[in-house]
């Protein structure tokens, strides 16, 4: 059976690019991965996620074990099966999510007890039953289970709950096992903190991961304090390993973080705001739901290859969305996962070249110039 393994093909100052090789396929890093909250991508076909060029998307343990339930998915074939999509899935640890979703919920150092915020019943999540569901799910990418605490929080306690965390980090090894062809990640914990964050990468190398998670960022602290963090950060982490910057984000956000060498990102915000209207161009922000697209005939972006781009006017755009159609959080969903995969691979070709400095001038520039000019 192939291995897990990454090839680390090309760098370009810090910036990175490779090849992830699963049994379920390889993944092209710098990757993005949409998200897939309940087993789907929303308002999107699977085979439609994979056009757009994603080589891998993620799953969240803490919906799936509410609702339909790790087992039951195990059940019915796994989590490939069950939501058609054959191609290698990540799935986080649960921990954030019951952190930031569900209603009263203790902290103990065996792990989280909480209710759903689906039903109200009562739950446990460890890092042993985390491991348990990501296995049942049939995970590539198993995430430790971790805890973090939002920013800004003071060093005490950053430094208390990144310790927790890392005492985890070597519960969850141990309870993950061998388990071939799938891989586990580190996080890497200590808020903005440099000597923290040093002291969670020695504990998670010392402990030895497939690849290395970046946790606790994008959670409040704002874009300069991120890319301070990761100034550091991602240099503490081993270089043949992938590193996977957990939650991001905008654009710009996923651009400065490959060029501090990050390989792996995740988000919802291209999906999530397909659903409210909202559009990412090269030329930045687009909200179709303003007036000003009501005759305009014009695509979103003319130099866009997707069906919403390619097919319908932004006219069209406007008025399913006004209207709330259906179609309107499909294509609109559409266009911006194709255009978060198009920087993606902008990068990877850049990055191969030696020309990820001159890429970067010409993504800022043309954002730079802003949305067309009203008809
Ligand atoms: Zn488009």
């Known amino acids: 059976m192939k291995k897990f393994s990454f090839d680390l093909q090309a760098r370009d100052g810090a910036a990175r690019t490779g090849v992830i090789s699963t049994p379920r396929g390889d993944i092209r890093t710098p990757a993005f991965m949409p998200v897939g909250t309940a087993a789907t991508v929303k308002a999107m076909m699977p085979e439609s996620v994979a056009a757009t060029g994603a080589d891998i998307l993620l799953g969240n343990t803490y919906h799936l074990m509410l609702r339909p339930t790790a087992e039951r998915i195990d059940r019915l074939g796994g989590l490939h099966k069950f939501m058609n999509w054959d191609k290698p899935i990540l799935t986080d640890s649960g921990g954030f999510q019951v952190m930031s979703l569900s209603g009263l919920r203790k902290l103990t150092e065996k792990g989280v007890t909480f209710k759903s915020h689906v039903d109200g019943s009562k739950h446990e999540l460890t890092p042993e039953r985390s491991m348990e569901i990501q296995k049942l799910l049939g995970s590539d990418i198993v ?98 390993r992938p590193r996977y ?102 990068m990877r070709d850049a990055i191969a070249a030696g020309t990820f400095d001159a890429w970067q001038a010409d993504f800022h520039s043309q954002r730079a110039q802003g949305d067309i000019d009203p008809l």
């Open 143 to 240: 995430m430790c289970f971790d805890e973090c605490p939002a920013l800004p929080a003071d060093r005490a306690r950053i430094a208390d709950s990144m310790r927790m965390s890392m005492r985890w980090a070597k519960r969850s090894r141990e309870a993950f096992g061998d388990q071939p062809g799938h891989a586990l990640f580190g996080i890497q914990q200590g808020g903005l903190e440099r000597d923290f964050r040093e002291e969670s990468a020695k504990a998670l190398i010392d402990v030895g991961f497939d690849g290395y998670a970046v946790g606790g960022l994008a959670v409040g602290e704002g874009q300069e304090a991120m890319f301070g963090c990761l100034d550091f950060a991602t240099d503490m982490l081993p270089v043949d």
């Open 245 to 346: 910057l957990m939650g991001v984000g905008k654009p710009d956000d996923i651009v400065g973080a490959v060029a501090r060498g990050i390989d792996m990102m995740d988000c919802v915000l291209p999906s999530r705001s397909g659903r409210t209207g909202q559009v990412f161009t090269r030329h930045g922000v687009v909200n179709i739901k303003n007036a000003r697209h009501a005759d305009d005939p014009r695509p979103l972006d003319e130099a866009c290859t997707c069906p919403a781009c390619s097919n319908y006017s932004r006219a069209y755009l406007h008025h399913v969305f006004r209207s709330q159609e259906m179609i309107s959080g499909m294509l609109l969903t559409w266009h911006n996962l194709h255009y978060f995969q198009e920087i993606m691979a902008g």
